[in-house]
């Protein structure tokens, strides 16, 4: 561990003496992209921290900091609240106010920072049912809500800069810094407790991964920072010199890329697929010698091996690729997108060959909050990449595979335990290792590959394993499919219930001549679509014995999200609420009526 650097605070205060950026945080308010150095940082953080002590909070009181999209504020507060002593407890801004109502009460919220209106509306009704909960403060001006511009007022006057040292100086290592509230497939949500010392170390074995140069990569970040994913890069950033610009929400973040020119950000797997898709769609369109050339060199990509391993003629190929069609892909992405790192769910190999072939490499890792959250990283140096697996294990950190294939991890990023519950933790630790619940092996180079959920593998009324995960992927990769749960749990088969991608099938629709219905449920009758779906679940099925594949399907006419509940806030199908709003289709399918 570096010497200067024991809690997480310290990246902000190593930054200003290291490199002292003037650009440091920089965030798009009203049309305006609004920089803020590293100086100006810190000095608002101390002054928050101020105001904050004359509100009366105190060490380990739990401060909840909410926002839409990330912001400089979210990590003002952040410094200001964690070299008090207190812990950050990062919300989601997309669940429920009865989920709201659950953590706040659960981690004993003193104060919520959060940061519009639509938030401020869901967390004070809350309120009332909250007895801990003193005040709610807004980054955005809101009537009705307390500002935050208050609390940094209240910390003007300097006087009590003392107080804060000394507060700060007392803050250890391997003290809580915050409290990350995971939302799984089933139950309650589980506060995971991390210490600095947990994430600290995580950032300083990642960042020899990390292709960046200090005082030079841009980065656009926009992924959730409540996520402990976009949390730990953007204190790596900072301890590395870095600019960070926050895009404006996923519905803008075309824009800013243009915007920012970014080098590099971090991706879920389903933008990368959302972003291919669009690419695909675009070449669709060209006509002639020009579609031709544009699917000749996007197979090609498909086709990549890193490290030249293709061969010299391979080469020539993806040369002449680059020069004409790739070139322009990086364009549209801003010219300078040098690196993607994916995490937070399995990538699909062609996407990792076709958009690292496009001189944009894809960085996969493997991670979960409770390890901080990295414990493995794919990376193009040192013969550390190799497409369809996670990557190799981090420093420090020790991975083996128990008996039955369950990947368990060691080492001082695996968390404190789970906020108030014991036995909840107990569950998960062997001695030091912790179980993760995912499926896995390890090569005779190092290489983690993710082969399953081992919770969510269920047994047919066969008697056959079948490991949904891996199927639901398998569908995802067309873009008629949009989001799928495999279901068949001591059934006599698999079988799955499907979210079609609605975007590209009115597309598809449109130029197949097919009935335009503005009602999804009308749309999703249609034989011909029922027929074209069924196409691309046959697609899906090559991949698996006979005995694993999906036999039957049935479609939903709603889109899954987080705000009604069908998909976490990491975009994974909630089971059991799937389960229990399409029972009507479980029933179809098994004949249950």
């Known amino acids: 561990m570096s010497q200067n650097i024991t809690r997480l605070f310290d ?34 953080a101390n002054a928050m921290s101020r105001g904050l002590l004359r509100l009366g909070v105190k060490p380990n009181d739990k401060i909840a900091v909410i926002s839409t999209t990330n912001r400089t504020e979210w990590n003002i507060m952040d410094v200001a609240i964690l070299q008090l002593g207190a812990q950050n407890v990062p919300i989601y801004p997309n669940i429920s106010a009865t989920d709201y109502e659950y953590i706040f009460n659960h981690a004993e919220v003193t ?23 003193k005040e709610i403060y807004s980054f955005d001006d809101i009537d009705g809500c307390k500002s935050w511009k208050e609390v940094l007022a209240l910390g003007k ?28 497939t089933t139950g309650l949500p589980k506060g995971v407790m991390l210490s600095h010392k947990n994430i600290l170390t995580n950032v300083l074995a990642s960042t020899p991964k990390l292709p960046v140069e200090a005082g030079k990569t841009i980065v656009l970040s926009f992924l959730p920072v409540c996520h402990v994913f976009e949390r730990m890069l953007l204190y790596l950033y900072q301890y590395n010199g870095i600019s960070i610009n926050f895009a404006e929400g996923i519905d803008k973040i075309t824009e800013n890329i243009k915007e920012v020119k970014p080098h590099l950000m971090s991706v879920v797997p389903r933008l990368l697929e959302k972003v291919y898709d669009s690419i695909i769609t675009k070449g669709s369109e060209l006509t002639g010698i020009k579609k031709i050339i544009f699917f000749w060199a996007v197979g090609v990509g498909l086709r990549y091996k890193p490290y030249g391993r293709n061969g010299w003629w391979y080469e020539t190929k993806l040369s002449i690729a680059e020069k004409l069609i790739f070139s322009k892909w990086r364009e549209a992405l801003g010219g300078n997108m040098s690196t993607m790192v994916s995490g937070s769910a399995a990538l699909q190999p062609r996407l990792a060959r ?25 990376e193009y140096a040192n013969e550390g990449m190799k497409i369809g697996s996670v990557g190799k294990v981090i420093a420090d950190v020790e991975v083996k595979i128990a008996e039955d294939g369950e990947i368990l991890v ?5 968390m404190m335990g789970y906020f108030k519950d014991p036995e909840k933790t107990a569950s998960v630790m062997t001695g030091d290792f912790f179980h993760t619940g995912d499926k896995g092996e390890i090569d005779e180079n190092g290489f983690v590959t993710i ?7 269920f047994k047919t009324s066969g008697g056959k394993y079948i490991s949904p995960t891996l199927l639901e992927n398998s569908l995802k990769q067309s873009r008629f499919i949009e989001q799928a749960m495999v279901i068949g749990e001591s059934e006599k088969m698999p079988a799955a219930i499907i979210q079609p991608n609605y975007e590209f099938l009115r597309e598809w629709a449109r130029l197949h001549h097919e009935p335009l219905s503005n009602d999804n449920a ?44 069908l998909l976490t806030p990491t975009m994974k199908p909630k089971r059991n609420e799937i389960k229990a709003k399409y029972i009507a289709l479980y029933n179809k399918i098994y004949e249950k009526e």
């Open 157 to 184: 006057d300097p006087s009590n800069q003392g107080e804060v040292d000394a507060l700060m100086a007392a803050v250890s290592t391997d003290d809580m810094a915050t409290i990350i509230y995971t939302s799984g």
């Open 11 to 44: 990246f902000a205060y190593h930054q200003k003496e290291t490199y002292n950026l003037s650009r440091a945080f920089v965030t798009k308010y009203n049309g305006v992209w609004v920089a803020t150095s590293s100086e100006e940082f810190l000095e608002k």
């Open 451 to 457: 082969t399953g959920r081992k919770k969510e593998i």
């Open 410 to 414: 060691k080492g001082p990023n695996v």
């Open 111 to 133: 104060h919520c920072f959060l940061s519009d209106k639509e938030l401020f509306d869901k967390a004070s009704v809350t309120k009332e049912k909250v007895s801990t909960l």
């Open 354 to 378: 076709v958009f690292t072939a496009a001189g944009m490499q894809i960085m996969e890792g493997y991670g979960l909050t409770e390890t901080s959250p990295v414990i493995s990283v794919n």
């Open 522 to 565: 009308d749309l999703i009758k249609n034989p011909h679509v029922i027929k074209r779906i069924q196409k691309e679940v046959d697609k899906a099925n090559k991949r698996f014995a006979k005995w694993e594949t999906i036999k039957r399907f049935e479609l939903t006419p709603e889109i899954w999200g987080m705000n009604n509940g």
